[in-house]
């Protein structure tokens, strides 16, 4: 479907048809008719990369969203929360912000946990907490490579505006993650070459 693929190339730096093909299990040709179409309605783009020297063929033709999609994927009542935020401050001290959100992700850790500590690995306690953030709006994935070990990507946090006023709530959410899975976890902010950014955190240990 279309919101399938939008939501595939989201969690993406920009995807072929081959791989958006592949991944949801759909036809070549029918992926590349709803890309075509997401195209004409402004949703998609093409990006063209040249392929490595030893390669022969044409430069490879990805896809990846417009700015058109924002709206999609939106911050959900971040402009309320906000001021709700600011407003606290006001009446109750620079510190209430930091205080509310110490208990909102003590509840989500131990909504979490009843979920993640099923995962008798540690690999498979943060494949379940990736779900469980991708369930949440964070478009996460895990992954795994040779240079970069294994992490979490994230492409969307619907709390990405409230992090940028009140850093101090980074720091909470990290200390949350690193609970659940009981291993160190290293955040990083990867600005796309596609604009935007991915958020990546780090796992420490695979013990």
Not at 145 to 166: A, C, M, Q, T
Request: with cysteine; charged share 30%.
């Amino acid at each position: 479907s279309y919101a399938e693929i939008l939501e595939a190339i989201k969690c993406s730096d920009g995807m072929p048809i081959s791989d958006l093909s592949r991944e949801l299990g759909m036809s070549y040709m029918g992926v590349k008719q709803h890309c075509l179409k997401l195209t004409e309605l402004g949703f998609l783009e093409e990006w063209r990369i040249p392929r490595a020297k030893k390669e022969v063929g044409r430069p490879e033709k990805l896809y990846r969203l417009t700015p058109k999609c924002d709206d999609l994927f939106p911050q959900p009542g971040s402009d309320l929360v906000l001021n709700v935020m600011e407003g606290m401050q006001k009446f109750f001290g620079d510190s209430s912000p930091e205080k509310i959100f110490f208990h909102h992700f003590e509840k989500q850790r131990d909504d979490w946990a009843v979920t993640i500590n099923k995962g008798k690995s540690l690999v498979e306690k943060a494949t379940r907490l990736a779900d469980l953030r991708d369930k949440a709006g964070c478009s996460s994935r895990c992954k795994y490579d040779v240079e970069y070990g294994f992490r979490i990507e994230e492409y969307h946090n619907p709390l990405y505006d409230l992090f940028s006023k009140y850093p101090n709530l980074v720091k909470q959410e990290i200390r949350m993650m690193e609970q659940l899975l009981g291993s160190k976890v290293k955040r990083q902010e990867v600005e796309l070459d596609k604009g935007g950014t991915m958020v990546i955190y780090q796992i420490g240990t695979l013990g």
